[in-house]
């Protein structure tokens, strides 16, 4: 046998009986992987310490829980940490990763830059020569923890699409896959450096399409992209040409803050700030796409178990669209996160800081079941927070994802490369919480579930979304809510939650919103106020419960629905509904008749019934304090007497409320509030939100 492998077999057998009946791993960033993992001879990697523990389950099951221990300090990561099912931990012995002191431990995927040099008088550059030789792209870049702005025009508010040769919702559908448009005249230029590498960022609708310059024809003012987006370049409905900016352009680095990365020569430039001394400014662009995945294998009955993290740092993660993706899904679906579950069970995360990524920050995929992300703060991402899916009604049932809670989590500054991403996007799953979350300062929706438009079968039932604190989102994008719903749901509930100021670029910015087909949800004890548009909102939907809950100061309108269908659509009963502004009811509120079977009595043929309402209302109070009751109109053409003729509203009263403050936002019922006679039940307020703070609140 060669020498040196005998050494190496010596060594390693040496190590194991080190190792093997230790119940506590220690790693340090001073220490090292041919150490024996012990608090005085640390390892320096989390892998390291995993394989520990591979090799001391080898002599059998555990028999005591198993903690690794991080010292205080950074971690770098090239790669995301792998964990399969051998990695498991047991119910009774878990496997715990966590900080060991008060000092954070940080798992860094960011890589520091250094090396610059005086360009001119404003600009310094570093040259990387990964990113000359193609192996390194980012599209984010951080000066002391903070994220910095790629040079872009206009450098506040946007452009505007002058024109849409390949046709605009009046000419072509709007879903229509476009790949031009016309600008106006020196909005974009042929003469950029590395047109190519040139990045257009077109707003419309619910997405937001990134897209790669091909060619720029300045006779026709047409600027030409590398793959097209999903929709015309048009502002939502209208005729206006869609906003827009353009990134990456070295021509308009004139401003502190901004930056530009040639891809072709390697150079970083950038335009510091007052005050900022590149020579010891930290500067970190992201270089690891992920830092963590558990992957087991539901197919075989081999999943990862039982493995928790805790009070933990993750920093810094990258991401590009790859070639021919325009970021066109909904939710930002197609962008992956930083830490990765697929065929996991019984795992957690907990209050854990996860920061400054180019990326989602959970990804709960298929087979996952009672994972636990308890307690963290999110902050400061390109797209969302925690996003959950798995298989569909017609993929193998082991892939169905469910039973995962999602609590007490802060989520904050989400969407900032991605504004269509999602807070909490519940996609194809059921049986999940998302409670006591604080969502806020977001591009788009806090709280969406379900993945299903219309009324054909979902896999998306039994979620719960309940005492969430969620405002201050919207505003880039439109059709958005502070909880989303879709398609088919039976046991689903929104309940307990407050939702206040969001707001939306032209139509949306609801706080709770039914979309397609959101069918048997019941809606309970919220209080939603503050919002553009209704605090209410269904687009259309089936036999929804929406009661007790306080609907108030919508700026546009209170309540809306926008299609009548054949059959009921809302029981809408014992809410309060305050305003001073816009509609009350808006859009679209008549009846239609239709036909609905009922069961006939005992002995009796089955029989039908021919109804024309297509929604209840009863036991509500309403009350604007600038109205008398016989100036309110209930809908455009309704007057209360109307709207009582029509079957509407006959027990409701239209009375002030005696809220305490409700410009203030407090919305606590004082004693004798006449909502209290028709049955309301008092909304207690003061348990929504996190019950766990992050400990990680000083880590960058």
């Not at 197609?334 to 065929?343: C, N, Q, R, Y």
């Not at 307990?496 to 139509?507: E, G, K, L, P």
């Not at 039940?681 to 003061?686: G, K, N, R, T, W």
């Amino acid at each position: 046998m060669n020498p040196t492998i005998n050494r190496i077999i010596v060594s390693a057998l040496a190590l194991v009986t080190t190792v093997a009946t230790a119940t506590d791993f220690y790693v340090a960033p001073n220490g090292s992987d041919a150490n024996s993992g012990t608090q005085a001879k640390p390892f320096a990697t989390v892998e390291r310490a995993r394989d520990a523990i591979r090799e001391l389950k080898k002599a059998g099951p555990l028999k005591e829980a198993v903690t690794v221990r991080l010292d205080g300090g950074t971690y770098p990561l090239a790669r995301e940490v792998r964990f399969g099912p051998e990695d498991s931990g047991m119910a009774a012995f878990p496997i715990t990763y966590t900080t060991s002191g008060t000092v954070p431990a940080i798992l860094d995927g960011g890589s520091r830059i250094t090396g610059w040099k005086k360009h001119d008088a404003k600009l310094w550059v570093a040259t990387l020569p990964e990113v000359a030789s193609g192996k390194w792209y980012f599209r984010q870049l951080y000066v002391n923890g903070q994220q910095r702005v790629r040079a872009r025009t206009p450098n506040e508010g946007f452009l505007r699409v002058a024109g849409c040769p390949e046709g605009t919702p009046k000419t072509a559908d709007y879903h229509k896959a476009c790949q031009s448009f016309q600008f106006k005249p020196g909005d974009i230029r042929a003469d950029w450096s590395n047109l190519q590498d040139v990045e257009v960022i077109v707003y419309h609708f619910w997405t937001d399409s990134h897209l790669p310059i091909k060619s720029v024809d300045t006779t026709s003012n047409l600027v030409t992209f590398a793959h097209k987006a999903d929709k015309t370049f048009t502002d939502d409905f209208t005729e206006d040409g869609a906003r827009y900016i353009v990134e990456n352009v070295f021509e308009t680095l004139d401003a502190p803050g901004e930056w530009y990365l040639n891809r072709r020569t390697g150079q970083l430039f950038y335009y510091p700030k007052p005050g900022e001394d590149m020579a010891k400014v930290e500067v970190v662009a992201p270089f690891s796409p992920a830092f963590v995945r558990l992957e087991g294998d539901p197919a075989n009955r081999r999943f990862v178990e039982y493995l928790r993290f805790q009070n933990l740092a993750f920093a810094y993660s990258r991401f590009e669209l790859p070639p021919g993706n325009a970021n066109s899904r909904q939710g930002s679906a197609t962008v992956p996160a930083a830490i990765k579950l697929s065929g996991a069970r019984f795992c957690s995360f907990q209050q854990c800081r996860i920061s400054n990524l180019g990326t989602f920050a959970f990804d709960l995929m298929k087979g996952c079941s009672d994972i636990q992300i308890a307690g963290n703060e999110i902050a400061h991402v390109a797209a969302g927070g925690v996003r959950v899916d798995g298989g569909t009604e017609s993929e193998p049932p082991w892939d169905r994802t469910r039973n995962n809670r999602i609590t007490d989590n802060w989520l904050h500054h989400y969407g900032l490369d991605y504004p269509s991403a999602v807070g909490v996007l519940l996609m194809n799953t059921e049986g999940n919480t998302v409670a006591h979350n604080e969502i806020d300062h977001g591009g788009y929706t806090g709280v969406s579930v379900g993945w299903v438009w219309g009324y054909k079968r979902s896999v998306s039932q039994n979620n719960r979304v309940e005492f969430n604190h969620i405002h201050h989102i919207g505003g880039v994008l439109s059709d958005m809510g502070g909880i989303y719903t879709l398609g088919v749901a039976p046991g689903t509930v929104i309940r307990n939650n407050h939702i206040h100021d969001v707001t939306a670029n032209q139509y949306g910015g609801w706080g709770i919103y039914l979309d397609e087909g959101s069918t048997h949800l019941l809606v309970e004890n919220n209080v939603v106020h503050d919002t553009k548009f209704a605090p209410f909102n269904i687009h259309f939907a089936r036999e929804v419960t929406v009661r007790n809950n306080v609907f108030a100061l919508g700026k546009l309108e209170q309540v809306s629905r926008g299609r009548v269908e054949p059959h009921k659509s809302v029981y809408f009963e014992n809410n309060i509904v305050y305003w001073r502004e816009g509609e009350l009811f808006s859009k679209n509120w008549k009846d239609v008749p239709y036909t609905f079977y009922s069961t006939p009595p005992k002995g009796k043929s089955k029989g039908t019934n021919t109804v024309t309402s297509t929604f209840d209302c009863d036991w509500n109070l309403y009350f604007n304090p600038g109205q008398k009751l016989e100036e309110v109109k209930f809908t455009k053409d309704a007057t209360w007497a109307e709207w009582r003729r029509r079957g509407k509203d006959a027990h409701s009263k239209y009375s002030d409320p005696l809220f305490v403050a409700p410009e203030q936002g407090d919305f606590t019922l004082k004693p004798g509030s006449p909502a209290l006679s028709l049955g309301f039940q008092p909304i207690d307020i003061s348990q929504v939100g996190p019950r766990l703070k992050p400990r990680l609140i000083n880590s960058p």
